[in-house]
């Protein structure tokens, strides 16, 4: 039986979900596959991975048409020798232009050989007050509409994988121009956004859950109080899962309803975090 490892980063489950999908999908068809936080692994295992696998498989959720900031890391740290056949995916809510394609061009850079690419549309986890109407959901039937459509990619990615068909979705040169719109502004602007999320103190318990689930090591306790470091790379998880939505949005509180809480209602964003954090 052949081998894939799928290392990924999920800031509050959507990618997650998909990488197991896909993992199981790819096992049904005589494709062994384990999918890795990448928050679990350090680079040197994850090279030790691939180099056991058949095939090796990235996926990200899409911040204005870019890559995570930790995947991004991770893309440049790590080295899969002999070079194995990849593949790429991308989660996103609307539209990323050329999400998998940035991510493909990232990793060619790197020697590895880039044979599929994919974009999934999942609910938006944006439970920020940026605009004023909510941009997510909570609700498990507007989910559910997502995952369908998601499954049936995740069975088409897996078919394609599994009879060694290459397959890319979005890797054209308008959807590279769309991106480049959106990404232009974004990685200009973005250093500006790393400090904007900070625990309200009137509601917020010191109960801890967020600086044990940031990726980033942004968020410490120091003297009964949760201070940031300037280094969010903007996941949204300890918005998404603070018990108490206490956390602030450049100084506004949570409005409509419950905050996005993952993909499915079991999801326990433990499941992501490790010891390797990368910001
Ligand atoms: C900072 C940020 C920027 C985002 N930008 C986009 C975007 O450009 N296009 C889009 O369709 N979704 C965008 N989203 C939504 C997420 O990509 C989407 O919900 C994703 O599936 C979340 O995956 P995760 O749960 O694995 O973190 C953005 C989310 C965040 C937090
Ligand atoms: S998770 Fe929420 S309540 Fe707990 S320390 Fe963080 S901001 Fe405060
Ligand atoms: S502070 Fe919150 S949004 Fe920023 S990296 Fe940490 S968990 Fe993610």
């Not at 509050?12 to 005589?30: K, S």
């Not at 990448?38 to 095939?55: K, V």
């Not at 740290?77 to 990323?96: H, L, Y």
Request: proline content about 8%.
């Amino acid at each position: 039986m052949k081998k894939a490892s799928i290392f990924y980063f999920s800031g509050t489950g959507n990618t997650w979900w998909v990488a197991n999908e896909l993992a199981a999908a790819l096992t049904q068809r005589q494709i062994e596959a384990s999918a890795y936080s990448i928050e679990q692994i350090a680079a040197g295992r994850a090279a030790e991975l691939g180099a056991a696998s058949d095939l090796v498989g990235f996926g990200y959720p899409i911040y204005g048409s870019d890559l995570p900031l930790p995947m991004q890391r991770f893309i440049a740290e790590i080295e899969v020798r002999p070079v194995k056949p990849t593949f790429v995916f991308c989660t996103q809510w609307m539209w990323s232009g050329d999400g998998a394609s940035l991510g493909a061009s990232m990793l060619r850079a790197r020697g590895l050989e880039v044979r599929w690419g994919e974009h999934f549309h999942m609910p938006s986890n944006v439970s920020v007050p940026v605009l004023p109407w909510p941009l997510h959901t909570d609700s498990p039937a507007a989910k559910a509409k997502y995952l369908r459509h998601s499954s049936f990619r995740v069975q088409r990615l897996a078919e394609y994988i599994a009879q060694s068909r290459p397959f890319y979705r979005g890797f054209n040169k308008l959807s590279t121009l769309a991106g480049l719109l959106q990404r232009a502004p974004y990685r200009r602007h973005m250093h500006k956004y790393r400090d904007d999320l900070v625990p309200d103190p009137a509601t917020c318990t010191r109960c801890g859950v967020c600086v044990k689930l940031c990726p980033a090591d942004n968020l410490r306790v120091c003297k009964n109080e949760i201070h940031t470091a300037g280094r969010c790379v903007l996941c949204l998880r300890c918005y998404s899962f603070c018990p108490e939505s206490a956390m602030l949005y450049r100084g506004k509180k949570h409005r409509f309803g419950p905050p996005f809480r993952g993909p499915v209602r079991e999801f326990d964003p433990y499941v992501l975090v490790g010891p390797h954090r990368r910001f």
